[in-house]
């Protein structure tokens, strides 16, 4: 190993800064009686926020993201169950990352075998066990129903990682508050349409919860897209009654089929999510995609991949203007901080922790 | 999903709500001097306690429940090794949630692989290295001699959450402090014989260690019970010596056999526990044992289920006033937390904790 | 089983008491400077530290082991990731305690298959996606590479807990330590040269990660060692040019070959290491090697075993003055505090904490 390896640079470039959140901040109006709506909620859908909601959630975040080392414990004494019955690592740490930041403690449950379910009891029994441990529980399952049955008995919150195919609210959340860190402007009804953004996704929603959960929140905010395409490794994938929903939403959704090479200059942002979730095992999908500095991309346009990644996006982006992706990773732990601060921390005052 | 599903209701019709602790609270005594010989002892079977200890220690738990926010941290700094060799998500669970609750930290292993046992280590030499690193342990095993091996070296207490077919002492503390929630007159030992209460239990001590650890209890507070039914699936199930040795102990303990139909009119207690451990699987006992809105219980009886269920116990009766299982559950954590307050925080002032 | 089984015993015959850390915290002249590089380093190899650094952390170490129950938390709301790829209770449980100790916060990943290094992901996006999430990370695994693919990306510190064949420093801080409190002289570099100790390790370095570890440890104190022996159940076990190396660095390092037997009455120290880390298998190695009561130990010799142990060290030794290698275990939770408490408290004034 080099002489030098065990030197540890705590700051190396970083691509994207911190200068955004603090921006961020200053767009968005402070209104936290916008917030208070969440203390009574649980957080199953992309669909369930309003824009009022969704904008000062992520100006909590921003406040989080910006101030790092001086926010308070609101969470201290609570008690979060994470049941990750589908194999996760990355979700599974945000979250766990920001409840311990919060001053929580935490309750894991990694392995389905281990649990009572393998000795056939209801998921409606689990959840009115977890009323008994715990004040929060956050869930992922390959199971789509899994979800709902064990919100049927709770009397604490349940946040949704991930229901089988339908929907992962959390990343969407997170992805849409990185196009916001990157132009503020967007979050504003009256934007003139020039300034709107043509945003290229590659995949299809009836088959990733996370594009599902993205393109519902990005209805929510459909006055600051142009155009939405969606992009895959052959033409018409896309289920046409799903495609038919969004754009009744007033989303100007297009199939961009295989078009991805010929449409990725006009791109301001490129959504790539190699990894498809069909059932209980993962397949690489795009193989066809692969993002590189060669890209043909827009000038000034920005890449976002909720990661992990494989061969779809090359390493070498990482230290280009490009490269969102891990501002999007890390805004992922300011965000999910800013909503289990407001579901949990119950008592109306959470914009006081930081 | 339902469009108000997201939707959190915090209170839902609680079928036994929490006068119950109160009532227990006042009828129970103080004197504190009787749990001060928990500062030196493993628990390790439900044999250990004195009657006076046992009101002790549901007392504090009964504070504990009444008043589920206002309680103080004793355990702050201190670390539990919570180690579940057999699988485990209910006892776990309530056992790192009251620690949590107290304010400690906690150290899973919950898969028997990633140890050092793996390697051959000896469970003294385990206990050893413990001693080294938290403060209690809470051990369940299919094994039956580990506890008592795992303890040989222990110089902190060990709690058995389970050893094979031995015992199980917390639960059946847990299942007595829910029958004295209920009817705290059963407490007194004066009670008058009219007054005493008949039990039935669909199970047998010799094959499940719920059972017997509840016998045990039962036996130190034998003036609250007039009868006690053991009920099988076939006649003369129960092990004549095992039988004998509660006879002897001065219960009132009578086989069943397979008379449940016939004798559950005359019943005040219910208890079933479906789930047989026999080895190191599960066997569903009981399925001629299905307890429903139709059973002919007596009036004002109480189902208890230590949880796990299956079919044995139908979902119906959730939310009639048979339903004392959910504040068996619910009891369980502070159950918990009491002991483990005594156990750990040894300053000989824990009744000043709530 | 025993009718006072229950009975805890909290203080037992404690064959080497807690004065000898005090008398090692009295031997080292206080010097904070030499921890202050610590703040920005990761720590992958025994070879890394100066003798001075090595000697103020073994310093804080005694002062932590000296006063267990008064030291202050200063790791209050940081991070540890636990990643413990390749199997193991006792090193993660010692880190895992040390960090609680310290007033931390954990998160561990202890099952390779749910994380997302199973879905392909690199090593180097995982360590950008911890530099998120928390403040430390700990990584044993197989695969002797796998540290430095994380260390690249990372902007926090990462401590090697086993790489392979590779390396495990901590544990070589850990057993010099003991040595040191065991003869608190022999820091001294101008040690009078028939005051220096005889060391026989059973193992041989380029097969054993302990032993290589241990080793470098052994070289950066070669002052304190007259002779180093390295024994195996056969001969010509070492690779030459291993050996070489360590000879170039001035330690008097000798194979002993099958010799044990032979030479064991001039041996100070007897370390002995029975699991050879082979790959991803354990084997048992030595068991030609058995030390028991009969064994011919010199007067006043002491032995180390880093535990597990088999049956290459016997019980019966346990409660003679030989057995150094219970102290061994309960330091290394002290030297790891002392580590963890300079790596990740970068406020330049770590010796306030105890």
Redesign the interface.
């Known amino acids: 190993?080099d002489e030098k390896?065990?030197?540890?640079?705590?700051?190396?470039p970083d691509v994207q800064g911190d200068a955004h959140p603090k921006q961020l901040l200053r767009t968005i109006l402070e209104d936290g009686d916008h917030l208070l709506p969440l203390e009574?909620?649980?957080?199953?859908?992309a669909d369930?926020f309003s824009p009022e909601t969704l904008l000062q959630l992520f100006r909590l975040a921003a406040k989080y993201e910006a101030n790092p080392d001086r926010f308070s414990?609101p969470l201290q004494?609570k008690?979060l169950?994470s049941a990750?019955y589908e194999?996760?690592?990355?979700t599974r740490?945000?979250f766990?990352?920001a409840w311990?930041?919060l001053?929580g403690?935490?309750?894991?449950?990694?392995?389905r075998?281990?649990?009572?379910?393998?000795?056939?009891?209801?998921l409606?029994?689990?959840g009115?066990?977890?009323?008994?441990?715990?004040d929060c529980v956050v869930l992922r399952d390959t199971r789509i129903e899994s979800l709902?049955e064990m919100?049927s008995s709770?009397?604490?919150?349940i946040i949704n990682a991930g229901n089988g195919l339908d929907e992962h609210p959390t990343q969407a959340m997170a992805d849409i508050y990185t196009i916001f860190k990157w132009r503020p402007e967007l979050i504003n009804k009256d934007l003139e349409p020039e300034k709107r953004i043509k945003v290229g996704i590659i995949g299809v929603p009836d088959k990733m919860r996370t594009v599902r959960s993205l393109l519902k929140i990005f209805s929510t905010f459909k006055h600051a897209f142009a155009e939405v395409y969606l992009f895959n490794d052959e033409n018409d994938a896309c289920d046409k009654q799903v495609l038919q929903e969004f754009i009744d939403r007033g989303l100007n959704i297009i199939e961009g089929g295989t078009r991805f090479k010929e449409l990725v200059p006009e791109l301001d942002v490129v959504y790539i999510n190699a990894?498809a979730w069909t059932g209980d095992d993962?397949q690489?999908f795009g193989k066809d995609f692969t993002l590189t500095p060669e890209t043909p991309f827009k000038k000034g346009a920005i890449v976002l991949h909720p990661?992990?990644?494989?061969e779809e996006l090359s390493?070498e982006l990482d230290q280009t203007g490009f490269n969102w992706y891990?501002s999007q990773?890390?805004g992922?732990?300011f965000v999910r901080m800013a909503l289990l601060t407001c579901l949990v921390h119950r008592k109306g005052r959470v914009l006081d922790v930081v």
Chains 1, 2, 3 share one sequence.
Do not use: W
């Not at 390896?5 to 190396?12: S, W, Y």
């Not at 075998?113 to 209801?122: C, F, P, V």
């Open positions: 190993m390896a065990h030197i540890l640079t705590r700051e190396k009574q909620q649980h957080i199953l859908s369930q414990t004494g008690i169950i990750f194999p996760s690592t990355r740490l945000s766990e990352s311990h930041r001053g403690d935490i309750m894991s449950i990694t392995d075998s281990t649990t009572g379910i393998a000795k056939g009891e209801s409606s029994d689990v009115e066990m977890f009323n008994n441990y715990a709902n919100r709770l009397r604490i919150p990894i993962f690489t990661l992990a990644r494989g390493h891990f990773a890390r992922a732990v």
